[in-house]
């Protein structure tokens, strides 16, 4: 097996759970759980402060904003996670049992395992997704520090700044208090990384999985030979009927686990969007503020690409399971057979979508925030 499904489990344990059948453990796991959900949400307290005691500044209030609506979208993954974290082990183990029975057929025409493959892809871009949040992250870290050297260097007076634009109800300026506070938001800050790096990493594993079981469907489907009596192919031809239903059960389950994380991840990101565009577009005279914008930008629409990009080719693979039929020899079957490949074609021409309301997560989707994104900024550009 390799490494295959490490990406999953790594995630699982960064967030302290394991596939723990005493109930006692399991407890204790989820009292770990809500103490870090309860932790994420007590950083509203001082990021909403912030923004009613600079209200009046409208740079300041955006600053702010970005990160409020980015810990609220973390709430929604670890509650998303609390509710659904024994289903995140059983389609895992679905997966690896799946493997493991998985034909000669299922590797492509070069002779490469299509889930092998599969799970390369995920680990990379899994990889890519938490070095993003992590580097966006420790900016927001070595933001004040880097500031401090600077105006130490040039001579100038320099003020004291939190990691995070954050007010609390005490002298956050002056020591210890400014201390405290350092640590507090590093603290929320890593939880922040690790919850989402862990959810959205699972996603776009469990999504990249699927389409490499749906290619190895269409490899099974063509490589059969209906040609032959109907005794011996009958029993083949019900192992893929059975392999289908089961790839549509995953995608709908898959769907229904991450129902409230695309919803929220589509809304927030939505408002995302506008706030660190006006932050970008403000801040052209400064390097330092300019970057960590960037970074923040890129991070945020990382994270919504993931959820399009696995949404997508669900339903691109999905639908080719149709094309899979109509490619293959199936004029040879008898009457009956056809009738069971009649339903895999009825099956596959719905589209498989991961949607939460009148959100799905495509790259059309994505490209449709994308160009909103550019129409900010010249909007705001005009009006300035």
Same mark, same amino acid.
């Given at each position: 097996?390799?490494?295959?499904?490490?990406?999953?489990?790594?995630?699982? +344990?960064?967030?302290?759970?394991?596939?723990?059948?005493?109930?006692?453990?399991?407890?204790?796991?989820?009292?770990?759980?809500?103490?870090?959900? !309860?932790?994420?949400?007590?950083?509203?307290?001082?990021?909403?402060?912030?923004?009613?005691?600079?209200?009046?500044?409208?740079?300041?209030?955006?600053?702010? !904003?970005?990160?409020?609506?980015?810990?609220?979208?973390?709430?929604?993954?670890?509650?998303?996670?609390?509710?659904?974290? /024994?289903?995140?082990?059983?389609?895992?183990?679905?997966? +690896?049992?799946?493997?493991?029975?998985?034909?000669?057929?299922?590797?492509?025409?070069?002779?490469?395992?299509?889930?092998?493959?599969?799970?390369?892809?995920?680990?990379?871009?899994?990889?890519?997704?938490?070095?993003?949040?992590?580097?966006?992250?420790?900016?927001?870290?070595?933001?004040?520090?880097?500031?401090?050297?600077?105006?130490?260097?040039?001579?100038?007076?320099?003020?004291?700044?939190?990691?995070?634009p954050m007010k609390f109800p005490f002298n956050d300026v002056d020591s210890p208090g400014y201390e405290v506070?350092?640590?507090?938001?590093?603290?929320?800050?890593?939880?922040?990384?690790?919850?989402?790096?862990?959810?959205?990493?699972?996603?776009?594993?469990?999504?990249?999985?699927?389409?490499?079981?749906?290619?190895?469907? /269409?490899?099974?489907?063509?490589?059969?030979?209906?040609?032959?009596?109907?005794?011996?192919?009958?029993?083949?031809?019900?192992?893929?009927?059975?392999?289908?239903?089961?790839?549509?059960?995953?995608?709908?389950?898959?769907?229904?686990?991450?129902?409230?994380?695309?919803?929220? /991840?589509?809304?927030?990101?939505?408002?995302?969007?506008?706030?660190?565009?006006?932050?970008?577009?403000?801040?052209?005279?400064?390097?330092?503020?300019?970057?960590?914008?960037?970074?923040?930008?890129?991070?945020?629409?990382?994270? !919504?690409?993931?959820?399009?990009?696995?949404?997508?080719?669900?339903?691109?693979?999905?639908? /080719?399971?149709?094309?899979?039929?109509?490619?293959?020899n199936w004029y040879l079957a008898s009457p009956k057979l056809r009738r069971s490949l009649a339903l895999i074609?009825?099956?596959?021409?719905?589209?498989?979508?991961?949607?939460?309301?009148?959100?799905?997560?495509?790259?059309?989707?994505?490209?449709?925030?994308? +160009?909103?994104?550019?129409?900010?900024?010249?909007?705001?550009?005009?009006?300035?």
């Open positions: 097996m390799g490494v295959l499904f490490q990406l999953q489990e790594n995630c699982l +344990r960064a967030m302290g759970h394991s596939h723990a059948k005493e109930s006692t453990e399991d407890r204790a796991l989820s009292l770990k759980h809500i103490s870090s959900l !309860l932790f994420v949400v007590s950083a509203q307290y001082p990021l909403i402060s912030y923004v009613v005691y600079n209200r009046n500044d409208m740079e300041k209030v955006t600053a702010s !904003l970005s990160v409020v609506l980015t810990n609220l979208l973390t709430v929604v993954k670890i509650t998303t996670f609390l509710v659904y974290k /024994q289903d995140f082990w059983k389609m895992m183990s679905r997966f +690896r049992k799946m493997h493991q029975q998985s034909s000669p057929s299922s590797r492509s025409k070069d002779g490469t395992d299509y889930v092998t493959e599969a799970n390369k892809l995920a680990t990379f871009l899994g990889r890519a997704y938490c070095l993003s949040c992590g580097l966006t992250g420790l900016y927001f870290m070595l933001g004040p520090i880097v500031k401090g050297v600077a105006s130490s260097w040039r001579g100038t007076l320099y003020v004291r700044e939190l990691p995070m506070c350092v640590l507090y938001t590093v603290l929320v800050t890593a939880v922040v990384v690790v919850y989402a790096s862990a959810v959205d990493g699972l996603f776009i594993s469990f999504a990249i999985n699927l389409r490499a079981h749906f290619q190895t469907l /269409q490899g099974e489907i063509k490589n059969s030979d209906f040609a032959l009596p109907e005794k011996d192919t009958q029993a083949g031809l019900k192992s893929l009927v059975d392999y289908h239903d089961l790839l549509l059960f995953l995608s709908r389950k898959l769907r229904s686990i991450y129902t409230p994380t695309v919803f929220g /991840q589509f809304v927030i990101t939505s408002l995302q969007v506008g706030v660190i565009i006006y932050q970008l577009v403000t801040s052209m005279d400064s390097v330092m503020d300019l970057l960590l914008y960037a970074s923040f930008f890129g991070s945020i629409m990382l994270q !919504l690409f993931i959820y399009c990009y696995g949404g997508e080719i669900i339903k691109a693979e999905s639908l /080719q399971v149709d094309f899979a039929v109509r490619l293959s074609i009825q099956q596959s021409q719905r589209e498989v979508l991961i949607r939460a309301g009148f959100f799905v997560a495509s790259l059309a989707n994505f490209v449709g925030i994308c +160009r909103t994104a550019l129409s900010l900024i010249t909007l705001i550009k005009s009006i300035e």
